[in-house]
């Protein structure tokens, strides 16, 4: 179809609409980037800038010399990594059955999902829920409340009703437990909602900051997300980073600002890899109900 002048005229208004919130969005960060390889004085000095007069890493030097630092790192890529396992392997085992008409009792599960999109227990019965089970203090608290997201089982389960039932129903003719057939069959074909559910997931692991708030109280088992938060809002850096020279007085701003570059740039590492599956996958998992 030809465009009209006025399509064009849209156009060129959403194109310069885009760019702004794109600006918008990204200059904060590169700022706090630039601000965490700046000297203090800068960062006194300047009230913005996107890159700094000198280019110094000595908070990041210091931040990855600290325990307490590299203890809440891999304490948060081994929750998210094994989180998001656990999650996306509950919604797909969830979501398969849930595709198949023929399953006993379909339509009233569908229907308390949904109602779970709408109505929450609240904050107070979910803490006491996993204070009874015991998990108060463990990884697993981090884990097990939100294991499965309503909205992304009903992504998933829209997925899995849109394969051909031809090729489900030949596996099985050739001797293929339903077990199998999910196995073999379905998950090979599900690499774009895979992908995208184990991103969502993942993201959402990572950047979680309530549950680790709520339910941990040791400080040797923090998140990423609890150091930043303790950073931000310590007065007593050397405390919190779990200081190793009593005489070095660490940048009290460089080092928040290196800190989330820290906490925000791994996750950002993940979209370039999983980007061709990412808008395939919400695609063809959103548009049939």
Same mark, same amino acid.
């Given at each position: 179809?030809?465009?009209? %002048?006025?399509?064009?005229?849209?156009? !060129?208004?959403?194109?310069? &609409?885009?760019?702004?919130? !794109?600006?918008?969005?990204?200059? #904060?960060?590169? @700022?706090?980037?630039?601000?965490?390889? !700046?000297?203090?004085?800068?960062?006194?000095?300047?009230?913005?800038?996107?890159?700094?007069?000198?280019?110094?890493?000595?908070? @990041?030097?210091?931040?990855?010399?600290?325990?307490?630092?590299?203890?809440? *790192?891999?304490?948060?890529? $081994?929750?998210?990594?094994?989180?998001?396992?656990?999650? &996306?392997?509950?919604?797909?085992?969830?979501?398969?059955?849930?595709?198949?008409?023929?399953?006993?009792?379909?339509? &009233?599960?569908?229907?308390?999902?949904?109602?779970?999109?709408?109505?929450?227990?609240?904050?107070? %019965?979910?803490?006491?829920? &996993?204070?009874?089970?015991?998990?108060?203090?463990?990884?697993? $608290?981090?884990?097990?409340?939100?294991?499965?997201? %309503?909205?992304?089982?009903?992504?998933?389960? =829209?997925?899995?009703?849109?394969?051909?039932?031809? *090729?489900?129903?030949?596996?099985?003719?050739?001797?293929?437990?339903?077990?199998?057939?999910?196995?073999?069959?379905?998950?090979?074909?599900?690499?774009?909602?895979?992908?995208?559910?184990?991103?969502?997931?993942?993201?959402?692991?990572? =950047?979680?900051?309530?549950?680790?708030?709520?339910?941990?109280?040791?400080?040797?088992?923090?998140?990423?997300?609890?150091?930043?938060?303790?950073?931000?809002?310590?007065?007593?850096?050397? =405390?919190?980073?779990?200081?190793?020279? #009593?005489?070095?007085? #660490? %940048?009290?701003?460089?080092?928040?600002?290196?800190?989330?570059?820290? $906490?925000?740039? #791994?996750?950002?590492?993940?979209?370039?890899?999983?980007?061709?599956?990412?808008?395939?996958?919400?695609?063809?998992?959103?548009?049939?109900?």
């Amino acid at each position: 179809m030809k465009n009209t %002048p006025l399509g064009r005229v849209f156009d !060129a208004f959403n194109a310069v &609409v885009l760019v702004g919130l !794109a600006v918008v969005t990204v200059l #904060p960060f590169i @700022y706090v980037t630039a601000g965490s390889f !700046a000297k203090e004085s800068e960062l006194a000095e300047r009230a913005f800038f996107l890159w700094p007069r000198e280019v110094v890493t000595d908070t @990041y030097r210091y931040i990855f010399s600290t325990d307490t630092f590299m203890r809440s *790192l891999i304490v948060t890529i $081994a929750v998210t990594a094994v989180g998001t396992l656990i999650q &996306v392997l509950l919604t797909f085992t969830m979501g398969y059955p849930l595709s198949r008409r023929s399953l006993p009792g379909r339509n &009233v599960l569908l229907s308390l999902i949904i109602f779970t999109m709408v109505f929450s227990g609240g904050l107070i %019965p979910t803490y006491l829920i &996993v204070r009874e089970l015991g998990m108060l203090d463990t990884y697993w $608290a981090l884990v097990l409340p939100m294991a499965i997201n %309503p909205f992304y089982l009903i992504i998933v389960k =829209n997925f899995f009703q849109e394969l051909p039932e031809e *090729l489900q129903e030949a596996a099985m003719i050739d001797g293929c437990s339903e077990l199998g057939v999910f196995w073999r069959i379905v998950l090979p074909l599900s690499k774009p909602i895979l992908a995208t559910m184990a991103l969502f997931y993942a993201v959402a692991i990572w =950047n979680d900051f309530m549950s680790p708030l709520l339910y941990i109280d040791d400080s040797s088992k923090w998140t990423l997300q609890m150091f930043v938060r303790q950073m931000t809002v310590s007065s007593d850096m050397a =405390n919190t980073l779990g200081q190793l020279d #009593p005489n070095y007085e #660490p %940048p009290e701003q460089g080092l928040k600002f290196s800190v989330i570059v820290i $906490a925000t740039v #791994p996750i950002l590492l993940l979209y370039p890899f999983l980007q061709k599956h990412f808008a395939k996958g919400m695609l063809i998992g959103s548009v049939k109900g």
